[in-house]
């Protein structure tokens, strides 16, 4: 396990560094998907679909829940996407069943007009320990959405996973709801 800790460590500084090359900015003003503005602003994309970043990702979301019973990774579209499918790429590596899906913003309307996407015909979201994954959190909102649309099917929140946690009130939002929220990274990691 020390080795895994260390490797761990390891990944993290890497996916810092990373994240402050490919998708940190700071300037004058932005407007985060809460509503708020703010002087700095994390586009993931770049580093999420980066081959060297998706694997950072998804490593250090498989380290956080080893030993965590769960049958699904995903989220609410855009962001957990790319996110939840390095995961079940890199689950496979290590041995460990872990399909993904994720939540639409809204029901297609044509089609299975299915909310959740990624479940074989005839498989429901009934009775599955699920972890949820986004790529900033701010107030909770994006994420809070798809874990109650998960909870009104029937599935059972294990975690909450953010790769990088603005330290905007997403810990709280999580609490108050009854979920177990572990980021991979904050803000005090980019402005020190």
Same mark, same amino acid.
């Given at each position: 396990?020390?080795?895994?800790?260390?490797?761990?460590?390891?990944?993290?500084?890497?996916?810092?560094?990373?994240?402050?090359?490919?998708?940190?900015?700071?300037?004058?003003?932005?407007?985060?998907?809460?509503?708020?503005?703010?002087?700095?602003?994390?586009?993931?994309?770049?580093?999420?679909?980066?081959?060297?970043?998706?694997?950072?990702?998804?490593?250090?979301?498989?380290?956080?829940?080893?030993?965590?019973?769960?049958?699904?990774?995903?989220?609410?579209?855009?962001?957990?996407?790319?996110?939840?499918?390095?995961?079940?790429?890199?689950?496979?590596?290590?041995?460990?069943?872990?399909?993904?899906?994720?939540?639409?913003?809204?029901?297609?309307?044509?089609?299975?007009?299915?909310?959740?996407?990624?479940?074989?015909?005839?498989?429901?979201?009934?009775?599955?320990?699920?972890?949820?994954?986004?790529?900033?959190?701010?107030?909770?909102?994006?994420?809070?959405? #798809? +874990? @109650?649309?998960?909870?009104?099917? !029937?599935?059972?929140? *294990?975690?909450?996973? %953010?790769?990088? =946690?603005?330290?905007?009130? #997403? +810990? @709280?939002?999580?609490?108050?709801? !009854?979920?177990?929220? *572990?980021?991979?990274? %904050?803000?005090? =990691?980019?402005?020190?």
């Amino acid at each position: 396990m020390a080795e895994n800790a260390t490797g761990s460590g390891i990944n993290r500084a890497r996916l810092i560094d990373l994240i402050k090359e490919r998708s940190f900015q700071e300037g004058p003003a932005f407007k985060l998907a809460s509503g708020k503005t703010s002087t700095f602003y994390f586009n993931m994309k770049p580093t999420m679909l980066d081959s060297e970043g998706a694997f950072l990702v998804a490593s250090l979301i498989l380290d956080q829940i080893e030993g965590i019973e769960a049958d699904l990774i995903g989220g609410l579209e855009m962001g957990a996407v790319p996110i939840a499918a390095s995961v079940t790429a890199i689950a496979h590596t290590r041995g460990r069943k872990l399909p993904a899906f994720f939540v639409r913003k809204q029901v297609k309307q044509h089609g299975t007009q299915a909310l959740v996407e990624g479940l074989a015909k005839g498989e429901s979201m009934s009775g599955k320990k699920v972890v949820v994954v986004e790529d900033v959190t701010t107030t909770g909102g994006s994420a809070l959405k #798809a +874990a @109650e649309a998960l909870k009104a099917e !029937g599935a059972e929140i *294990v975690r909450i996973i %953010t790769i990088v =946690d603005r330290l905007d009130g #997403a +810990a @709280e939002t999580f609490e108050n709801a !009854g979920f177990k929220f *572990v980021p991979l990274l %904050t803000l005090t =990691d980019f402005r020190k």
